[in-house]
């Protein structure tokens, strides 16, 4: 047995451990929020249960303690059957108050997670994926590390928490100064949140005695799963407009810049007890998954974990925030070129070139969610088209923050040069 594997087995979430979370100013404290689009492709009259919104919903019915005070879903244009999968919970006498909203039209992550924050009624607001299965101290956890980190910082307003791809507990290590990395000047980030921290084995730290949680670190970068402060997302003006990129890819980058440059600051829990299963439904991927896991029942769903993962992985382009491979390379590439290159013109040089090396030149994928690559003048075309469309979204009305024209067309000649590429004209979509 891995030495991190021991540190794993001997953190047991047993009834002593639910009973130190349960602190009385904490009693109704989280607003859980979804956004979900396309999350229900099965007739719930033939399989209600397949339908990966479910999976969410009925891990944060089940949840432990009184933190959560209600669950606040987001439609976002579905067009499947998600509106009736909704009916069943809203009509069905849930434990917890369920309150569903519908944007009139698909509009984006982005979208569908302000309009959660604005309706949300508690003080804090706890993320997740609408195809994640939570784990059962997920939210009172969450509502605990950040109160107990607030005595101390009382600029602390998120505190991400753990997601395993396809997987119940990490199974790799990684230095924690890796894990939640953003430093736009130098093109740099790293989420690393699916891993163990390597300098929390043998022994890792606790937040303190009476939970025995593992103890938080301090980060740049937060993602999908993470409790926040409204007050702190109110004060930067919610999630950025992303309606140009339909994977919403570069949303939490953007996120964690704005709440860090107002002076807020972010940690992450790595704690195994706090954690969700993303089961990326519509992804066929390059997803390691554990076969000694697969045969696992998870708790609230009363399902092997193999069972979801089977149901997840087909290919499916028309829910969440999937694309196909193609468009997710030009999304990447362009999203995070428009991130970088807003907060520094070095950064957004640097992703560039990063991007020409290895995924042009090289072929490398930047992401598990993504099986395929295409060929080299396939390449070449998608880079060229995602930092057009990034050099479109700098220039326009929705960029926080944004480049002049003059800027951009000076950026991308120098990106080009460097390169060995010819310029293009990026004012005009193809």
């Excluded at 209600?48 to 019915?61: E, G, K, Q, V, Y």
């Excluded at 708790?299 to 092997?304: C, I, M, T, Y």
Aim: charged share 20%; hydrophobic share 45%; glycine share 8%.
């Amino acid at each position: 047995m891995s030495g991190v594997q021991r540190v794993l087995d001997g953190l047991v979430a047993d009834d002593r451990f639910t009973g130190a979370l349960a602190l009385p100013g904490l009693h109704r404290s989280v607003s859980a929020v979804l956004a979900t689009y396309n999350r229900c492709p099965t007739d719930p009259a033939v399989a209600f249960r397949d339908n990966p919104l479910t999976w969410a919903l009925d891990s944060l019915l089940a949840q432990v303690g009184d933190a959560l005070a209600e669950i606040v879903v987001v439609d976002d244009g579905s067009t499947d059957h998600t509106e009736q999968v909704l009916a069943s919970y809203t009509t069905g006498g849930a434990t917890v108050p369920i309150r569903v909203l519908r944007l009139a039209r698909h509009e984006g992550a982005w979208a569908a997670r302000n309009a959660a924050v604005a309706a949300a009624s508690a003080p804090w607001v706890l993320f997740g994926d609408d195809d994640c299965v939570y784990a059962p101290h997920y939210v009172a956890g969450a509502a605990y590390v950040l109160a107990q980190v607030r005595r101390t910082d009382s600029r602390a307003c998120a505190v991400n928490l753990p997601f395993y791809y396809r997987r119940l507990r990490p199974s790799e290590t990684r230095p924690a100064k890796g894990i939640g990395l953003l430093r736009p000047e130098r093109a740099e980030f790293a989420t690393w949140f699916h891993t163990w921290p390597d300098s929390y084995v043998p022994s890792p730290p606790l937040l303190d005695e009476r939970s025995g949680i593992v103890a938080p670190m301090r980060v740049e970068l937060i993602g999908g799963t993470a409790v926040v402060d409204v007050e702190a997302l109110q004060d930067v003006g919610g999630f950025v407009d992303l309606s140009a990129w339909p994977s919403s890819y570069s949303d939490h980058l953007h996120l964690s810049a704005d709440l860090t440059d107002n002076g807020w600051r972010l940690y992450h829990c790595p704690d195994p007890r706090l954690s969700a299963v993303h089961l990326k439904f519509g992804a066929v991927g390059r997803y390691t998954t554990a076969a000694e896991e697969c045969g696992s029942l998870l708790p609230a769903l009363g399902r092997g974990l193999g069972e979801l993962i089977d149901l997840s992985a087909q290919p499916r382009v028309d829910t969440g925030c999937r694309v196909a491979d193609d468009d997710f390379h030009s999304d990447m590439i362009g999203t995070f070129f428009a991130f970088f290159a807003g907060r520094s013109l070095d950064g957004g040089f640097r992703w560039a070139q990063r991007m020409w090396t290895d995924f042009v030149q090289a072929g490398e994928a930047y992401s598990r969610a993504v099986a395929t690559v295409p060929g080299l003048v396939q390449r070449r075309r998608l880079w060229r088209d995602g930092l057009a469309r990034g050099a479109r979204w700098l220039t326009g009305a929705a960029a926080r923050p944004g480049r002049t024209p003059a800027e951009v067309d000076a950026l991308l000649d120098r990106i080009c040069a460097a390169a060995g590429d010819v310029p293009f004209n990026w004012r005009v979509p193809p």
